[in-house]
């Protein structure tokens, strides 16, 4: 296990900005927070609609920070879709969510 220290949190940062940038997630509205967690990282859900987030990083780690930063970010791809799944049964909806995640994955997959 690696002890993070606010360095770590600062490579977190620009590690998943690259992340973020990469798979078209500039809409959203991030904070960063390094805690205790049994999980590497996490992703909080603020307020959906307006695509609020907090991204975190735990005090003690098992594995890279880009590793941690890539897993997030994908997580925050699908978590618009993963809301909505929970939210309606609307298939339409569900649809073209996922439709509009595979376009962004069709971009940056070569």
Request: with cysteine.
């Amino acid at each position: 296990m690696t002890k993070t220290t606010p360095k770590h949190v600062e490579q977190y940062k620009r590690t998943f900005a690259t992340y973020q940038a990469n798979f078209g997630l500039m809409g959203w509205s991030l904070y960063f927070e390094r805690r205790p967690s049994e999980a590497n990282g996490w992703i909080k859900l603020g307020n959906l609609p307006d695509r609020v987030a907090t991204v975190g990083l735990a005090t003690e780690i098992d594995t890279t920070i880009k590793f941690i930063a890539k897993h997030e970010a994908l997580e925050l791809l699908f978590a618009r879709y993963q809301r909505l799944a929970e939210l309606c049964s609307n298939v339409e909806i569900l649809d073209e969510e996922r439709h509009a995640i595979i376009r962004t994955l069709e971009k940056i997959i070569p």
